[in-house]
C-alpha cells in the first residue's frame, strides 16, 4: 500500500431508500480504511432516508430536482467543495442499494496514489439476494450488455454509477457541461461521453459492489432503462457519434 492516500469522499444520491440505505452505510462503517466523509443526497425523499443517513453521520445534502444526474451532481459538487487535498482529493460514488466490500475504500485510494494519472476508475458489480449461480448469471448478462452497448458507442468501457470514483479536481472540469437537469439521462455514461476520451480512465473488474437486482425485476424497469440509454445517446449526437468516437480514437493510436 502507498505511504499516503489521497482522501476519499463518498456520495449516494437517494430517494426513498431508507432500508437500502442503511444496509450501504453498514457496509460503509466497515472498511479498513474509512473515507473521509459520506455525503447521501435526499432527492426529495418523503421516506427516513435522511435520518438514516445522519445516525450513521453522514453529511445529508439536499436536492429537490428529481433524478439522479441532479442528485449525483449536488453530491460531487458538495464533496469537491470541502476536500482539503486539492487535486489529489477522490470522490466515490455508489448507489443507495449497493452493499460494499470492506476494502472498496482503500483499493479506490490505493489505486490513485499508485497512479497520479488517473482521473476516473470504475468497477462492475454483481446483485445480491438470490442464488449465487442466478446472481453471477444474470449480473454478467446485465453488465456486460451494458459495457457491449455503450462501449461501442463510446469507444472505450463506459462508468458504472454505482462503483466509480473520479478526482475532485476532474469533476471541477466537467461539471458545468453534463447534463445535470435531465431526469431521463444515465449520468454514468453522460459522464462517459464527457471524460472518456484523452484521459486517464480504467475499469478494474476486480472492483466488485453488490447491488440489488431491482433494474432486472421487471420488464417495465428494463424498458425504461433501454429508454434512457437512448435518450442518453441522442443528446450527445450528432457531434458524438460512434464512428466519429472511434475516429478520435484511432487517430491518437
Known sequence: MPSELPAVSVVIPCRNDAVFLEACLLSLSRQTVPPRE????????????????????????????????????????????????????????????????????????????????????????????????????????????????????????????????????TWREVSGVVHRRDAQMHDDVCLSFHLGQGRRCRLDPTLVVGMAPRAVQSRAGLALRFRRAFHTLAAHWPREYPWIRWGRRFARA
Request: hydrophobic share 50%; with cysteine.
Open 38 to 169: 459520506i455525503v447521501v443526497v435526499d432527492n426529495n425523499s418523503s421516506d427516513a432516508s435522511a435520518g438514516v443517513a445522519r445516525r450513521f453521520g453522514a453529511r445529508v445534502v439536499f436536492e429537490a430536482v428529481a433524478g439522479i444526474p441532479a442528485a449525483a451532481g449536488a453530491g460531487y459538487d458538495a464533496a469537491a467543495e470541502d476536500t482539503e487535498a486539492g487535486t489529489g482529493a477522490v470522490i466515490a460514488r455508489c448507489d443507495a442499494d449497493c452493499v460494499l466490500p470492506p476494502d472498496w475504500v482503500a483499493r479506490i485510494a490505493e489505486s490513485f496514489a499508485e497512479d497520479p494519472q488517473l482521473e476516473v476508475l470504475s468497477g462492475p458489480g454483481v446483485f445480491y439476494g438470490m442464488p449465487r449461480l442466478r446472481a453471477q448469471l444474470l449480473s454478467r448478462l446485465y453488465l456486460g450488455s451494458y459495457y457491449l452497448a455503450m462501449g461501442s458507442a463510446l469507444a472505450h468501457w463506459p462508468f458504472f454509477g454505482s462503483n466509480l470514483a473520479l478526482r475532485a479536481a
